[in-house]
């Protein structure tokens, strides 16, 4: 029966009894380490990822879905005259939104493209609040409306606890990752309108810890909670701070914690961890 199909690249942060509720393809991307290349979901897990990372060679290297694999699934899943609707990263970190635009150029199937202007768990609050809408009869301008919605209501705070990875990646200077690392800084970052923003900078992690205490006052000061995750690259005892701190304020919210992908960890580096959450 035709019907709208969700489509989102791998760095969603969806569970796997998500994707197999709302029946969501993943179209994945990949990353190449010390020359051989892996596909996310497929040939390489989350959990896989940091140790393989630490012992690289050279900082790996990450490569959106190519255009032709986008085309495939959008024609798969329009056999049937199924419409798709397919989500994004952010076009700040990846040109995966583009490849999709241009896939969606080539296929017979009717498709729309929705840049979720964040990722992880942030996107996956976005689609799953999506795929209720259309399960509920909802359009697929209905459905990101609401993506929109909850986009505003949305919140994504990351910890850098290592500037390596973003020096590396040519994010910042290595005469300013030098200095930070010499100097212990750490960094807040904020998503917001698609772009990342520096919130904090600050000596050793202390400072940290402050700025996560100041932002869990501001959460609990606002409006209601509807759902809470913390993603991290090997970042145990930081997730731990922080979800004791969650559990008292929100006891009722069972709150998703993961490795998140290798596309992300490769530009956050080793000891990140990042609070998502959206109110209603």
Avoid at 110 to 117: G, L
Avoid at 130 to 155: C, F, H, R, T, Y
């Amino acid at each position: 029966m035709a019907k709208v199909k969700i489509v989102c690249d791998s760095s969603a942060g969806l569970t796997e009894e998500e994707i197999k509720k709302y029946d969501i393809t993943i179209v994945p991307l990949t990353v190449m380490i010390d020359g051989t290349v892996y596909t996310e979901r497929e040939t390489i897990t989350n959990e896989q990822f940091p140790e393989m990372m630490k012992n690289a060679k050279s900082l790996p290297k990450t490569s959106q879905p190519p255009i032709g694999k986008f085309v495939d699934v959008f024609d798969k899943l329009g056999e049937d005259g199924s419409e798709v609707l397919c989500v994004t990263m952010m076009a700040s970190i990846s040109g995966t939104v583009h490849a999709a635009q241009q896939a969606a150029e080539l296929t017979k199937t009717k498709v729309t493209v929705y840049d979720s202007q964040t990722t992880d768990q942030g996107m996956a609050f976005q689609i799953v609040e999506a795929a209720q809408v259309l399960e509920n009869g909802g359009s697929v301008d209905d459905a990101i409306a609401k993506m929109k919605e909850v986009l505003d209501k949305s919140k994504l705070y990351l910890a850098i606890d290592n500037l390596h990875n973003l020096v590396a990646g040519g994010r910042i200077s290595k005469f300013a990752g030098a200095l930070s690392s010499l100097l212990n800084i750490k960094v807040m970052l904020q998503v917001s309108g698609g772009q990342i923003h520096i919130l904090m900078k600050g000596r050793g992690t202390k400072a940290i810890h402050k700025e996560w205490d100041k932002l869990l006052g501001e959460m609990a000061a606002g409006p209601k909670v509807k759902a809470i995750g913390i993603s991290h690259v090997q970042a145990d005892k930081e997730v731990a701070r922080l979800k004791e701190a969650l559990g008292k304020l929100y006891p009722n919210i069972k709150v998703v914690v993961r490795e998140t992908v290798p596309i992300i960890a490769t530009h956050t580096g080793m000891g990140a961890c990042c609070l998502l959450y959206y109110t209603e």
